[in-house]
Each structure stands twice: as C-alpha cells, then as structure tokens.
C-alpha cells in the first residue's frame, strides 16, 4: 500500500485538473477566460496558504527561491490558464483538453533538451505517442479538414507549449524550496498579476449561486487541492514508476542524463 500512496495522489489530482475546462462551461454567460483564471489562482493560492500556515511549510531561508526560475515558471502558467480557457471556449472541452495534454508532454521534451540537453527515455515515446496519435485519430473526421478549427487548434497547442516550460521551470525550483512554497509562490503571483485586469471584464456572474460554486470548485479543489495532491504524488513516487506511467504531468524523471 505504501508503494500505492504517490500514485493514488497523482492519479487524484489528474482527475481534479481533468474538469477544470468543464466548470469554465459551467459557469453563467458572461464569464471570461481572464476572469475564470483570476478565481481560480486567487482561491487557490489561498488554500494553500492556509495550509502552508497549518502545516509550517514556509521556507526559513526566502533568499534560496531562484527567482529566475519562479519568474519564468509564473509567466508559464498564467499563459497556459488563459490559452487554455480561451482554447476550452473556441473548440470545447474534450478537443482542448484533450490538444493541450498531449503536446504538453512533446513541448516538455523540446524545452528539457534545448536547455539542459536531456533526451527523452524509451518509456516517454511510447508514453507520449499514444495521445499524440489520438488526437489525429478524434480530429480526423472533420476537425482537421476545416480551415477554421485547424487555427483554433493552435490555441490548445500554445498552451501546451507554456505548460511543458512551467514543468520543467517548477522542476528546478522544488530542487531549492518545497513544493507547496513552489505552487504557492507560482500561482500567487498569477493572481495578484491578474487582479487589476478583471476589473475591466464582466464580473457579475461571479455573485451569483452558481457562480460561488463554479469558483469555489475551480480554486479550492482544482488548484488549492489538487496542486498539493500532485506534489506530494512526485515526492512519493519512485522515479521508475513516474517513467512508466507519465501523462504529460511531470517530466522531471521521464528523461536520461
């Protein structure tokens, strides 16, 4: 059971992530991608402050956070929230998300290898061709052959692109601090970055009933929740386990020296 634990915590916080672009359709007309990002990494980062609080997990040395690193990792993930909401919106749930996670992994590999010259193993191909081969596969029938949505698909592409450099940015950065500093710092920065900018969009559907849920369920769970839940999966996750079972979640270990 102890072998199970980083794996059932991984496992769980992909199946939180999973329906973030479901409750951004969710949500009352009206909403934005700006927006819904904005609550999501504000709510978020404020559960795990709170946890951070409650556990003692701050760093006692703050001069040990590369903020090189932080900075790059930040920039990473507030553009792959937008792209992908945006991307959620212009072709749907299942053909954004499904884009995005299977090119996050073949991005990752570009980035890992430009900046620190590591090729992927034999389990990342196999690992990262399969989705990449299902996205012809749910897209051959008439996704591919429209001029219009082949241009839509480069909103879920670029995302995936953000979200390879954020991993490998965060892969560096838990090397000097934990992990629950890292999301902390990461997505804190999205949301203070992005809080003067929702003041000119549309914000009135967020006081509504449904509107507190859809940003309660978007913050708390699928960014306050689930990124602890991935972090503590990585830290209690072999490396050859993560190299046989990567989703494009983490690449860290998926690559030879």
Not at 69 to 88: C, D, G, K, N, R
Not at 118 to 135: C, D, E, H, N, Q
Not at 216 to 242: E, H, Q
Request: net charge positive; proline share 5%.
């Amino acid at each position: 059971m102890h072998n199970l634990k980083g794996p059932l915590f991984l496992l769980f916080s992909c199946l939180l992530f999973s329906v973030t672009g479901t409750l951004q359709q969710l949500a009352l007309q009206g909403h934005t991608p700006v927006v819904i990002t904005e609550r999501r990494m504000l709510l978020g980062s404020l559960t795990i402050l709170l946890c951070c609080l409650c556990t003692h997990k701050f760093p006692s040395n703050w001069s040990a956070v590369p903020w090189k690193l932080m900075l790059i990792a930040v920039a990473s993930v507030l553009l792959y929230q937008l792209l992908f909401f945006y991307s959620v919106a212009e072709v749907g749930v299942a053909v954004g998300s499904v884009v995005a996670i299977a090119t996050t992994p073949l991005w990752a590999a570009v980035v890992a290898f430009i900046l620190f010259k590591k090729k992927p193993s034999k389990f990342w191909v196999y690992a990262t061709a399969l989705p990449i081969v299902g996205v012809f596969l749910i897209n051959a029938d008439g996704g591919f052959q429209s001029h219009r949505i082949d241009l839509r698909l480069l909103l879920p592409i670029a995302a995936g692109l953000c979200y390879g450099v954020e991993i490998i940015a965060v892969g560096e950065v838990v090397k000097k601090i934990n992990p629950e500093t890292t999301m902390l710092l990461e997505i804190g920065f999205v949301a203070v970055l992005l809080l003067p900018v929702t003041f000119f969009f549309p914000s009135d559907w967020i006081f509504t009933t449904r509107g507190i849920l859809v940003s309660l369920c978007l913050g708390v769970f699928t960014a306050g929740i689930a990124y602890p839940c991935f972090t503590y999966g990585i830290k209690y996750t072999s490396p050859a386990i993560l190299r046989r079972t990567s989703n494009g979640c983490y690449f860290r270990d998926s690559f030879s020296s």
